[in-house]
Every structure is written in structure tokens, then in C-alpha cells.
């Protein structure tokens, strides 16, 4: 790759950076009512890439070979416990990916 096309690159990053970051504050000005669809969206997308995100994660445990599914399963309640216990997400996500790497890494 020459320098002149890494410069290419690297600008389109920027330019597409920049746009993703500005255009909301462009389409939705802060004097506007946001629509009703965007609201609606704001409230179910979180939640959805979440369980998305489960489900693309489990798709391939298996409950009839090797570990049966058991670190899976102990990541997840621990995911949950650490949830309703302290309500934040950062926590329960980071714990939870933690203790399956250490289960899977050491105990099982």
C-alpha cells in the first residue's frame, strides 16, 4: 500500500468518524422535538443488540459434548446476579466475561 492510499484511508476513517459523531446533532437540533420513532428506537435498540448479542454468543454450546454448556451457564447467573445487584452494565458484563475465561481457562 503506498503512503498516498494509506492517507486515503485514513482520511475516510476520519470523515466517517466525524460524520457518525455530528450528523444526529445535525438531523435533531436541540430546538426540535426528537420524532416519536427515533424515541422509540433509543428504548429498544439497547435491549435488543443486547439479546442479540446473547443469543450470537450461545448459538454454538453444545449441552451433549465437553464442558455441557456449564461455564456458559455460570457466566450468565453470574452476569444477572451482578446486574440486579449493583445496576451496571460495565460491571456485570466485564465480571461476567471474567469468570468464564478464568472457568474455561482453568477449571473446566
Known sequence: ??????????GMVVLGTVLTRFLPFL???A???TPKYIQYL???????????LVIYCLKNVSIFTGSHGIPELLAIFLVMALHMWKRQMLLSI???????MLLVQWIL
Open 94 to 100: 466485564a465480571g461476567g466475561t471474567l469468570f468464564y
Open 42 to 52: 433509543g428504548k429498544v435498540l439497547p435491549s435488543a443488540m443486547f439479546g442479540m
Open 27 to 29: 438531523l435533531f437540533p
Open 31 to 33: 430546538g426540535k422535538p
Open 1 to 10: 500500500m503506498t503512503v498516498f492510499q494509506q492517507f486515503i484511508i485514513i
